[in-house]
């Protein structure tokens, strides 16, 4: 892979992840209308993820700090029998709730492995997925009187935004406008519902390197396209920041009509595209 095409797919790779316009699905599309190796994107594009993870870092660092220093004094507290106290410690509810939404996304994701592999061999699937993306973003801007923070939040709200983010490992949907549209749809206040979204994105992310990390593919991509891969993450890592700073700017004073509209069309041309050529 080039530097050239490394550049490309870490920009893309960092703005789509967290705009909701998906990122497996613009992919998908570069890497069919440009005539790059399926194999070797789908490779590149899980050693991005240490890119888009560093934006997340980067953005939400403060937040991440106080989280981790949370876990030190709850294991603490559980040590010495006072119990999780989650009504009294909105951080340690809040680390509470992302590890809750993140059991879902990680059962659909080893469930439905096979499933969700198979929808990338046609680009049908992504056009579809792009639609459905569009319909979420479009229900979601309806949610504009939210109050919901972390205090009034439940399980089954972090449960919702984590198979939201499960059903995201499809091609063409979105995961940061689905499991916006999850928070948003159980009323989570539209800062924090971003925030969440973009959180709990964190064990999503480090999972997917994980799972794929120690494949023999995995391994020969990282050790001949080492100067690519790391073009390509400090692209990524770049992009993803602008992404995260304008979705917030987005979702609070703007509309994701926006990105339904684009997204239709994108997805609309595609599958006109696919049934055309096929």
Not at 7 to 18: K, N, P, R
Not at 80 to 86: D, E, I, K, N, S
Not at 195 to 223: D, N, R, Y
Request: hydrophobic share 55%; proline share 3%; with cysteine.
């Amino acid at each position: 892979m080039s530097y050239i095409e490394a550049i490309i797919l870490g920009i893309v790779q960092g703005l789509a992840e967290f705009l909701p316009v998906s990122s497996s699905g613009h992919l998908l599309m570069l890497q069919h209308f440009f005539g790059i190796e399926a194999d070797s994107v789908l490779i590149f594009t899980v050693l991005l993820h240490v890119g888009t993870l560093i934006s997340v870092f980067f953005c939400y660092w403060n937040d991440i700090l106080e989280l981790i220093k949370e876990l030190f004094v709850t294991i603490g507290d559980l040590v010495r029998g006072r119990g999780l106290r989650l009504n009294e410690r909105p951080v340690r509810k809040l680390g509470v709730m992302i590890v809750v939404a993140s059991i879902p996304t990680a059962v659909i994701g080893i469930l439905f492995e096979d499933i969700f592999e198979g929808f990338y061999t046609t680009l049908l699937p992504t056009g579809c997925g792009l639609l459905i993306t569009g319909m979420l973003l479009w229900i979601a801007e309806m949610k504009r009187d939210n109050a919901k923070q972390i205090e009034d939040m439940k399980f089954s709200d972090a449960l919702v935004v984590g198979v939201m983010q499960g059903i995201a490992i499809t091609p063409g949907i979105s995961r940061s406008g689905s499991t916006l549209f999850g928070a948003l749809s159980k009323g989570l206040q539209r800062d924090f519902a971003v925030k969440f979204a973009f959180l709990v994105s964190i064990p999503s992310i480090i999972g997917s390197v994980i799972f794929e990390g120690g494949s023999e593919a995995m391994e020969s991509a990282f050790s001949t396209n080492l100067g690519p891969v790391i073009v390509g993450c400090v692209a990524a890592a770049v992009s993803g920041v602008i992404a995260i700073k304008a979705m917030i700017t987005v979702v609070r004073k703007l509309s994701l009509r926006y990105f339904s509209m684009y997204v239709w069309i994108v997805g609309s041309a595609l599958i006109i595209y696919t049934l055309l050529t096929h």
